[in-house]
């Protein structure tokens, strides 16, 4: 089975769904939860996600671990393959992904996800930026509206999001070359990027992303070293 359920406003589409599977026994294989107007949103590792009232979207699925057949890292990787699959789609532009999890759409961030797990379900939420164009604090933030020029509806943008996502999670066999389809999207793989690592800045390039999760760097200074997240930043 497979529910989408909309809430006019709401704190975070995170926390009502978990706190929904806490106090239900819940029988569908895919559900979901979405608001345009998302009070406390929050990001992974403990950070925020800031949401404008009826400019973006946030959107949060739970799924029963049991249908999945890859390692919980690879989980992740295939949900951020599959949401830039869709907005590439959608919008006819190439999108990046940047370790580990955020989508890059012309060098700038207008998506971010949340992987937690709840009993025997993933929790996932989705944060896409998509009508806003002042981005007058947040300059890495951009939204589908300001790189590409292009409006959607939000309701059937959430709605077509939802039922893409049941498809390729739930309807469909995951594939077993997850890795190598996020390699194929990673920001700036095999690229002299900028790295800050305890506060000191130096030249790297990432090779690859493994299986664990860790990103393997070759520095200028160090040579190639393997970071988890946020023991790195890559300055873009």
């Not at 998506?111 to 009993?119: Q, S, V």
């Not at 947040?138 to 939000?154: D, N, W």
Request: charged share 20%; proline share 2%.
């Amino acid at each position: 089975m497979n529910s989408l359920i909309y809430f006019n406003n709401c704190a975070s589409t995170q926390d009502e769904l978990i706190d929904f599977l806490n106090q239900h026994y819940l029988s569908e294989d895919f559900l979901a939860v979405y608001t345009f107007n998302q009070t406390k949103g929050r990001g992974q590792y403990g950070n925020s996600w800031e949401n404008l009232p009826e400019e973006n979207l946030a959107y949060s699925f739970a799924l029963k671990t049991k249908n999945i057949n890859i390692s919980d890292t690879c989980f992740n990787f295939y949900t951020a393959i599959l949401v830039r699959d869709f907005i590439a789609n959608l919008t006819k532009t190439e999108v990046k992904i940047k370790w580990p999890n955020d989508l890059i759409l012309k060098n700038k961030k207008i998506c971010g996800m949340l992987f937690e797990k709840n009993k025997n379900y993933f929790v996932v939420g989705i944060g896409i930026n998509i009508l806003q164009e002042n981005f007058k604090n947040l300059p890495k933030a951009g939204s589908v509206l300001s790189q590409t020029g292009l409006s959607f509806e939000l309701k059937a943008f959430a709605e077509s999001l939802h039922q893409y996502l049941f498809e390729y999670l739930v309807q469909k066999e995951i594939p077993n070359d997850v890795l190598e389809l996020y390699h194929l999207h990673l920001y700036r793989k095999n690229e002299v990027s900028v790295f800050e690592k305890n506060e000191i800045r130096q030249n790297g390039i990432i090779q690859n992303v493994d299986e664990n999760g860790y990103i393997w760097i070759d520095l200028e200074n160090e040579g190639l070293q393997k970071f988890f997240h946020k023991e790195i930043e890559l300055l873009y």
